[in-house]
């Protein structure tokens, strides 16, 4: 009877593990191929092709069968006016915008919230003049990598966490943010208007760009690992095939920030830089999805060892941002962040800008500029920040093993 007993139990064991809902990488390509397909032209901020993107995550949620958040069923709409002139900071006369996040929770009757999110904007057909095209105007920017691909790993890891078969330690506020390449307006909107009291957050996970990782090199960048002692030592314990790149610091480019600024844990994934960063050809074809599908089990691998820890300790951080030296003039280039060598690596190069007249190509790793040894990227922020528009300086790159002598002109 035992041995009976025993069987029944594997038996049913075994069948809860091969139905236990798992990561899949074809449902991760389907979110992305419908919300980067060109008749969502790009989603730009307020625009129909956003409207429909919203609609197609709050129908996810339905399916799940996750609780409606926003103010009006899952979405939380909101206004704003934003000059796309980026050296005019006026709003007078500039036409009102509206913008709208999309957001489910899961209560697992738990006495804290841990939010998922990712930003579901992007740019649109151009004409916010983010773009790093030379002409971006009416072309469609899909923004694949950003963020179709962080906007489906919210709806994988929602999959993911109301599917499986355990009651899990925390509730999950699951939240998808417009705006966030005008300013991180959708995130900032939600703190300062949140659905759920944020003193019950314990930490914030946010993905932006997490669709490109590289199978060679395998790093994986992780921002915000300052902003609780618990982050650090969590993430070094973990044993995965990634190489991790750490930064500390709770304040950046992305959504995350928001949460940060009211004093909320927060880590930021992403894949890294690449050349089709915010031009028309940021497309489905470019993403690896394989690759996709291994961050967020190593999400699920971070989250799931907070569930014995008692609430997670905020603390502040020295903002990478904060001793940013002001510059005067741009290059016109996209930095690898990801690149651990002396220099600065050239990931993409701007057409028309200077460092496309200057000769600069795709892999080069600056290391001079003007007088400025450049070894970091601080060092390559404080050149830029010596000189002015008109003046030409020298320029030196390494190009694989010779160094290349050029003069830019700002």
């Known amino acids: ?49 956003e409207a429909k993107a919203a609609a197609y995550i709050a129908n996810e949620f339905k399916k799940l069968k996750l609780q409606p958040k926003g103010t009006s069923g899952y979405y939380q709409t909101f206004t704003f006016r934003k000059n796309t002139n980026p050296h005019d ?74 599917s499986n078969n355990r009651k899990e330690a925390f509730n999950f506020l699951f939240i998808c943010f417009s705006g966030e390449e005008l300013g991180l307006i959708g995130s900032k909107k939600f703190c300062e208007k949140p659905t759920i009291n944020l003193a019950t957050v314990n930490y914030m996970i946010n993905m932006d760009m997490i669709g490109r990782l590289n199978d060679s090199t395998k790093t994986l960048l992780v921002y915000g690992v300052g902003t609780s002692p618990t982050w650090v030592p969590l993430i070094d314990g973990l044993t995965t095939d990634f190489k991790i790149k750490k930064d500390s610091a709770g304040i950046g480019p992305s959504d995350q920030t928001s949460f940060y600024l009211k004093d909320i844990p927060v880590l930021h994934f992403f894949s890294g830089q690449h050349r089709d960063y915010h031009r028309p050809s940021d497309d489905i074809e470019t993403l690896n999805y394989e690759g996709e599908k291994k961050i967020l089990e190593y999400v699920i691998q971070v989250i799931e060892q907070t569930e ?7 603390q502040k951080t020295k903002s990478s941002l904060s001793d940013t030296p002001k510059m005067k003039v741009t290059m016109g280039i996209m930095p690898d962040y990801a690149f651990e060598g002396k220099g600065v690596r050239v990931d993409g190069v701007t057409d028309g800008r200077p460092a496309a007249k200057a000769g600069v190509k795709a892999g080069d790793v600056i290391v001079l500029l003007g007088d400025v040894k450049i070894t970091t990227m601080m060092d390559y922020m404080t050149a830029l920040a010596k000189y002015k528009k008109g003046e030409t300086v020298p320029l030196h790159v390494m190009r694989g093993q010779e160094e290349v002598k050029l003069t830019v002109t700002f």
């Open 89 to 162: 900071t006026s709003t007078t006369n500039i036409p009102e915008r509206t913008g709208m996040n999309v957001m489910s929770f899961l209560d697992n009757g738990a006495a804290t919230t841990v939010v998922i999110g990712a930003h579901y904007d992007h740019l649109g057909m151009g004409h916010d003049h983010n773009s790093m095209d030379a002409n971006p105007e009416d072309k469609i920017h899909n923004g694949a990598d950003d963020n179709a691909s962080g906007t489906s790993g919210v709806l994988e890891l929602a999959r993911y966490f109301s």
């Open 308 to 314: 014995p820890m008692p609430r997670l300790v905020f």
């Open 1 to 49: 009877m035992y041995k009976i007993t025993c069987t029944l139990c594997a038996i049913a064991f075994s069948f809860l593990a091969l139905n236990a809902q798992q990561i899949d990488s074809k449902r991760i390509k389907n979110d992305v191929k419908y919300l980067a397909s060109d008749k969502l032209q790009g989603r730009g901020t307020g625009s129909k092709g």
